[in-house]
Nanobody
Framework: QVQLVESGGGLVQPGGSLRLSCAAS????????MSWYRQAPGKERERELV??????????TYADSMKGRVTISRDNAKKTVYLQMNSLKPEDTAAYYC?????????WGQGTQVTVSS
């Protein structure tokens, strides 16, 4: 059974940092590209790509909205992908989702809420 379980979300003050984790199971993790998406309040039909990393970790893409403030990484031995987020802003408030994709196969996690507020 495929599972993607996100953790690490929470309430943080503007300018703060959070590290999200996504633990995977049930598929060949190292084969899959892993991504982080986010869905802001009131935008239930819009999931925005935050970052993407290839199976071996060599190819990384960041969306402009958070470029320079986030770092995606993965540990294939632990079957886990991470998203380090720094200098967080109130507009970063969203549910953050982990995604695994390879060719035509795609899996999603349930999401973890990040709220940036003073």
């Amino acid at each position: 059974q495929v599972q993607l379980v996100e953790s690490g979300g929470g309430l943080v003050q503007p300018g703060g940092s959070l590290r999200l984790s996504c633990a995977a199971s049930g598929f060949t993790f190292s084969t899959y590209f892993m991504s982080w998406y986010r869905q802001a309040p009131g935008k239930e039909r819009e999931r925005e790509l935050v970052a993407d990393i290839s199976g071996g970790g060599s190819y990384i893409t960041y969306a402009d909205s958070m470029k320079g403030r986030v770092t995606i990484s993965r540990d294939n031995a632990k079957k886990t992908v991470y998203l380090q987020m720094n200098s967080l802003k109130p507009e970063d408030t969203a549910a953050y989702y982990c995604n695994a994709h390879f060719q035509r196969t795609e899996y999603w996690g349930q999401g973890t809420q990040v709220t940036v507020s003073s």
